[in-house]
């Protein structure tokens, strides 16, 4: 089985209490590329968006925004 990283918008915007405007807003990251990344749509994932992320929700673990999964080929 082949592994993707998976980012954790969804979760995230939940876990805070905020809309993915408003993360788009702290983190400074474009609203569609957060939905992108939310929807697996984005093969490409821009470390300084994870770090943006990161930041402005205060997140030390990098766990609690992306994940490894294992997806069927």
Do not use: C, P, W
Request: net charge neutral.
């Amino acid at each position: 089985m082949a592994k993707k990283v998976i980012v954790k918008i969804s979760e995230l915007t939940k876990k805070y209490k905020i809309s993915m405007r408003e993360l788009s807003r702290l983190s400074d990251v474009r609203h569609a590329a957060l939905s992108e990344l939310a929807n697996g749509k984005r093969e490409n994932i821009n470390f300084s968006h994870i770090v943006r992320i990161a930041e402005a929700l205060e997140i030390q673990d990098i766990r609690d925004i992306i994940d490894m999964v294992e997806v069927d080929e």
